[in-house]
């Protein structure tokens, strides 16, 4: 990771940073994402309040805060119900009284008959007339002006006044270079203001402009910000694409052998689909620059075969493979697959996981040194530090985007040793479809090969929504199924907060069901069993020695049992989207027809109610991502931890659609034309965060 630093210092030029402040007012502006004096300068307020003008209080207009002055009349402190303070003002139009529950008693005098105190706050009509709760004030002395700006809200954490955050942001605007980084032509073509001109109005906007364009982020000085920040992403992109580019990676040729037989021995024919993401990344593989794909397609498209085919490309090279899952389930059932696969082709395979005993794990690492291992298949401990590859050339990693950005980078590291400087080839795989304009976003500068069609012959799975009340009902026809010869999941209900407390709903659940169910041989997976013994679980529910599975959200990705047909969710409420999807994609892998009982408890939250409607209405992964993105934003889609990407802060993809196509358009104009500027409008936007990006 350093010599990535390294290479890109040119680019990168530090901002100035915060000087003369106490560790205290630092580690708080921390908290607020502000590191550096321009970090100030991009904190642009929540809401701005309206103290540019006086009102007469019995004029005052309700429901917004108001600026009034007036004359204290009288001021005391009162004992019942709460102890409190109370000051009277009347400024000739009516009287007005200021209540406060935390003062001081130095208030009282501050506040003593006949001072001029000028309030601001809403004023709400109470039992004894117009009153303001906690006005901010200020005692008047003479001649003092009043604000002619609207005065900046900024979001601010414990500790740090408004007040603090003002100074220091007024500073910073008087400190640091607010020049232009972009053409002038470039913003008049797109009728953009200023830089400069932007971010003073934004913190400082005059009282005539319409609070809503503000606010709601309409206003030019908006634009301009929001464009700002989309540009810089983009021409980050572009470079990190245009140094993948550049970089060496060994080439691949595709013989083919190895992959005919493999197809040839498969009870299916690849969809069309598959044959297109087949042959692009095959073409990829034989370039000598790495290839950076992500391979997307809906649960149970069939994702992994194709990853046995490029797999099958590296090792026709005589080079290796390493195959990464995040959970152990899911790596265990990629492995079983691969050697059902591959193993009669002659490919030797190795295992490698958290839970392997020592002598296993040794010698499967010696296997892998050695290269007698072509393919490794495994979890997170593929990129521990021992893990080393004789000659790894293809890094696939499935579920991607459960993988922190550390990680993905760590599983390409493996590759430099035979031949410093190359980089294995890096297939990604994800079945949380990405809507384009997140693609287009964030995943700018990786391919992607799209499964968009599922395997022939699958029957929909059918939604049934059934409140807890009627569970006797969903009881009978687990029952039925299974009796029939079916199989079927139980999901026990999450528990977000507590893993103890998610192991003993799972362990109390399943306890339950053999209770209910006698006469059915039942099993249960959860997350904190052993490696082994999910494995023997899994497998006996495979074979059909188990016919009904309780399971904990362990089985959310990837698990694939074609013969269960029946999935029972309880308390589908508390769940999420994508994982409602993940879930039901369980189910439905087969010909049989498949059901999907999605069981809630009332009443339902609004926010629950729409998920479940969403889920019961589409079966488009495609489109249920949508509705997620829609529902809760690109940050928690992607999750800013996981994808290790800064996330947009101002500009938001579901409203600013076009200032996105501006900014990619303008992206490539710049670097072409103008890479002085390109390289400006960076340092400024992304300074030292730059190098994380994409990895
Ligand atoms: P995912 O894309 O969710 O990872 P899998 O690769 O696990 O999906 O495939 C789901 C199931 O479909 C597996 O049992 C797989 O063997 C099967 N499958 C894959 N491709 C085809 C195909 N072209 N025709 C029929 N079945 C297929
Ligand atoms: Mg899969």
Partial sequence: MKTKVADRSSLITHHSSLSGLSRSTLDRLAKLGINSKFDLVLHLPLRYDDETRLYPINEAPPGQPVLVEGNVVECHIQYRPKRQLLCHIEDG??????????????????????????AFGEIRHGFFGPEMVHPRYRVVHGDMPIARALTPVYPTTAGLAQDTLRR??????????????????????????????????????????????LQERRHPAWHRVKFDELLAQQLSMRLHHERRRAAGAPALKAHGSLARSLLARLPFRLTRAQQRAWREIERDLARPHPMQRLLQGDVGSGKTVVAALAALQSVENGCQVAVMAPTEIL????????????????????????SLGRKDKRAALAAVAKGEAKIAVGTHALIEEEVEFADLALAVVDEQHRFGVHQRLALRMKGSRPNPGAQPHQLMMSATPIPRTLAMSYYADLDVSMIDELPPGRTPVTTKLVSEARREEVIRRVRDACVAGSQAYWVCPLIEESERLQLKTALETHAALAATFPELKLGLVHGRMKGEDKAQVMDAFRRGAIQLLVATTVIEV????????????EHAERMGLAQLHQLRGRVGRGTDVSTCI?????????????????????????????????????GELLGARQSGMPLLRFADLNTDLDLLDAARAAAAALLREQPDAARRHLARWLGTRHEYLKA
């Fill in 558 to 569: 990837g698990v694939d049992v074609p013969s269960a047909s029946l999935l029972v969710i």
């Fill in 331 to 354: 790596a265990e059932q990629l492995y079983h697959k691969f050697v059902a696969w591959l193993a009669p082709l002659k490919v030797g395979l190795v295992w490698l996981s958290g």
């Fill in 93 to 118: 139009s009516g009287v007005l009284t200021l209540r406060f529950f935390n003062f001081y008693t130095s208030q009282l005098k501050q506040l003593a008959a006949g001072a001029r105190v000028r």
């Fill in 168 to 213: 220091l942001i007024a500073r910073a605007l008087a400190d640091c270079d607010l020049q232009d980084t972009l053409p002038q032509a470039l913003l008049d073509r797109l009728g953009l203001p200023a830089f400069r001109e932007a971010v003073l109005l934004l913190h400082n906007p005059p009282p005539q402009l319409a609070q809503e364009t």
């Fill in 598 to 634: 999605l069981l809630y408890a009332t009443p339902l939250t609004a926010a629950a109610r729409e998920r479940l409607k969403i889920i019961y209405e589409n079966h488009d992964g495609f489109e249920i991502a949508r509705h997620d993105l829609r529902l809760r934003g690109p």
